[in-house]
C-alpha cells in the first residue's frame, strides 16, 4: 500500500507542473458586442478645428487603403450627410498548414465637425482549408459556441483573437488618420 501512496505522489507531483502550463493561457477573450453579436460602435472626439468636410474626405482615403482585398466595397459616400458604408475584409492565418479565414464585415463611418463615428457590424466568416464547406457564414455561431467553452476547431481562439487584434488595428488606423 504504502508503495502505491508513494507512487500517486511522484506521479501528481510530475503532472501538476504540466496542470500549470496548460492553465496558463486562461484570459478570456472579450470583443465589442451588442444583442449577442460582435458589434464595434465607437465615437470620437477630435480637435475643435477639424470640419465635416475635412473629415469626410480623411475617412474616405483611409477606407480605400484599409482594406487590400478585392472583396471590398464602398457603398455609400454621401459627403452631404457625412457617410461612408461599405465592406471591410481581413484574411486571417489560423495555422502553419495554410488554413485561413476571410472575415467580411460592415463598416459605417459618420463624420461631423470634430468628430466621427465607426461601426464595424455584421461579421461572417469563411473558411479556407480543406474539408470545410467554404461559404461565408455568420461569425456569431461560432462565437457564441467558442464563449461557452465549445469551440468547433483548435484554430477558434486564434482566429477570434487575430479577429480582435485585427479591428483594433483597424479602428486605432482610423483614428491615426482622422487625427493628423
Given at each position: 500500500?504504502?508503495?502505491?501512496?508513494?507512487?500517486?505522489?511522484?506521479?501528481?507531483?510530475?503532472?501538476?507542473?504540466?496542470?500549470?502550463?496548460?492553465?496558463?493561457d486562461?484570459?478570456?477573450?472579450?470583443?465589442?458586442?451588442?444583442?449577442?453579436?460582435?458589434?464595434?460602435?465607437?465615437?470620437?472626439?477630435?480637435?475643435?478645428?477639424?470640419?465635416?468636410?475635412?473629415?469626410?474626405?480623411?475617412?474616405?482615403?483611409?477606407?480605400?487603403?484599409?482594406?487590400?482585398?478585392?472583396?471590398?466595397?464602398?457603398?455609400?459616400?454621401?459627403?452631404?450627410k457625412?457617410?461612408?458604408?461599405?465592406?471591410?475584409?481581413?484574411?486571417?492565418?489560423?495555422?502553419?498548414?495554410?488554413?485561413?479565414?476571410?472575415?467580411?464585415?460592415?463598416?459605417?463611418?459618420?463624420?461631423?465637425?470634430?468628430?466621427?463615428?465607426?461601426?464595424?457590424?455584421?461579421?461572417?466568416?469563411?473558411?479556407?482549408?480543406?474539408?470545410?464547406?467554404?461559404?461565408?457564414?455568420?461569425?456569431e455561431?461560432?462565437?457564441?459556441?467558442?464563449?461557452?467553452?465549445?469551440?468547433?476547431?483548435?484554430?477558434?481562439?486564434?482566429?477570434?483573437?487575430?479577429?480582435?487584434?485585427?479591428?483594433?488595428?483597424?479602428?486605432?488606423?482610423?483614428?491615426?488618420?482622422?487625427?493628423?
Amino acid at each position: 500500500m504504502q508503495i502505491t501512496l508513494k507512487k500517486l505522489v511522484i506521479v501528481a507531483l510530475i503532472l501538476v507542473p504540466g496542470m500549470v502550463v496548460a492553465q496558463s493561457d486562461t484570459q478570456p477573450l472579450t470583443m465589442q458586442m451588442r444583442d449577442g453579436k460582435i458589434y464595434f460602435d465607437n465615437t470620437y472626439s477630435l480637435d475643435a478645428k477639424l470640419k465635416k468636410e475635412e473629415l469626410f474626405s480623411r475617412a474616405s482615403n483611409w477606407f480605400k487603403d484599409a482594406f487590400p482585398y478585392p472583396e471590398k466595397s464602398i457603398d455609400i459616400s454621401d459627403d452631404k450627410k457625412g457617410e461612408i458604408l461599405g465592406t471591410g475584409i481581413f484574411k486571417i492565418v489560423t495555422s502553419n498548414s495554410g488554413n485561413y479565414y476571410w472575415i467580411r464585415f460592415r463598416v459605417n463611418i459618420i463624420v461631423h465637425n470634430a468628430t466621427y463615428e465607426l461601426k464595424a457590424y455584421e461579421f461572417y466568416e469563411k473558411p479556407i482549408e480543406a474539408g470545410i464547406s467554404n461559404e461565408y457564414s455568420k461569425i456569431e455561431y461560432r462565437w457564441w459556441d467558442f464563449r461557452q467553452g465549445k469551440p468547433w476547431s483548435a484554430e477558434d481562439k486564434t482566429l477570434f483573437s487575430k479577429l480582435d487584434k485585427n479591428i483594433n488595428e483597424t479602428l486605432n488606423s482610423l483614428e491615426t488618420a482622422m487625427s493628423k
